[in-house]
């Protein structure tokens, strides 16, 4: 069993990964973007750009993006291990990865507008904990910016100006107009994570773990498989392109996910994820030993 | 691709277009939040020297501080620029700017200030921290620091070949507005809205 400090230290780790190295398949899906691209066009140009600043963040360990945003936390933990213990180990992750510069200071108190300047306060980080059956436990982060957290949004169906209605294609409506809305502003081409169903709260925290899937995966549920697929494609018709300059490349994957709603309620919650798509997890063994997953 | 040099005069901006690449060498001032609030509410007159004729870059930057007092900038992206819509035409007036950097572009009021004082809306690429950071060679002056913290200081800047698309010119195009009314339009005709 590792000790709280040992917790620590992996965590510390985790976010070091997440905040340089970019995942495999997010550099996959960014390069077939840019090859899609009129060559010497503005989205060709934006995408190399990218490409060259995911290379050398890579390399030298630095963080991808200035804005280290909000770091979210999910931990899978083994029968009788205390959250308590988990969430102040991320915590004090939190603190110690923003005093290594791994994260910019990013934590503001919102009475005295000051801020906190050690990247933690409260609801910063979030952490999730859920126990599980495995010995080992699995943490998976994301680091989501405000730049592209601004863009999220919530319908409530149905909805006349879109004619969405509280069904599946009302689902979709809802999705490309986010899209749409957010036009290049959160840092385009983005990786859309949406909940239907839940209530305000519950849809956007569903919204969020949708992006800890892998952007080449499928969705078990097969209407929700053919949403994903229909919704990127019709994204990617918008021509909003990288950052908004016009392309073929708006976003790079959808992922979808319901919850259970109340009869009178019918949510729909959109998170948009920048291309900067900071995520990282490991398996940790009660030994302490790391296996890192994409 | 063209090059810029900062600062620079009025005719060399009114002949910039949207759509054009450009890399820019020089001093540039960086500046968000709270230095807009600041720019506005008083004469600067002990920053305004660094603003006239130059460019403004909304920024947050991670500042690395060197044990003989020297910082540089470790990781520096653009930030959203739409923040400052209520304040940046008037800063533009006010201090003789001949340009924004930033992301994600702005709206009427600041693309009617470009067109009247002669300034351009230079779009940096969203999250290029690494890339953009090594273009700024130096950090020559900060002002500010104590009071707004790392991210809102005024920090003095020399870039070289910093790369930058015009997607806002000081003749009343804005590549924004474009894309915005192109891609809702297919938004609708994919959603069936168009009546
Ligand atoms: S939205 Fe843009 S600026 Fe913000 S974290 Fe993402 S890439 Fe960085």
Redesign the interface.
Known sequence: MLTREQWTEKFVEVIAHASSQLPPDVLEALKRGRDAEEPGSLAAKALDSILTNVEMAKGNWQPICQDTGTPLVWIHHPVGMSTRMLTAAFEEAVRQATAKQLLRPNAVDTLTDKNTGHGQGPGIPTVHCEEWDSPDAEVRVILKGGGCENCGAQYSLPNAKLKADRNLDGVRRCILDAIAQAQGKGCAPGIIGACFGGDRGSGFVESKRQLLRRLDDHNPVPELDTMERDVLDQGNQLGIGPMGFGGKTTVLGVKVGNLARLPASYFVSVSYMCWANRRAGARITPKGEVQWLN | MAKLTLPCDEATIRKLKV?D?LELSGRVITGRDSAHHWLIHDFRKEVAPFLKDSVIYH????V?KHEDGHYTF????P??S?REEPYQADVIGKYGLRGVIG???MGTKTLEGLEKYGAVYL?A???????LA?AIKEVQQVFQLAEF???EALWVIRVENF?V?V?MDSHGNS??A???K???A??EQ????TS
């Open positions: 759509g690449f920024v947050g930057p991670v690395k470790v990781a520096a992206g930030t959203t739409a992301k994600g572009g779009h690429v969203g999250g290029t921290a690494q890339v090594e913290g790392v991210p790369p698309v997607t590549l924004h474009e894309v915005e192109s891609s809702k297919k938004l994919l959603l069936g809205l």
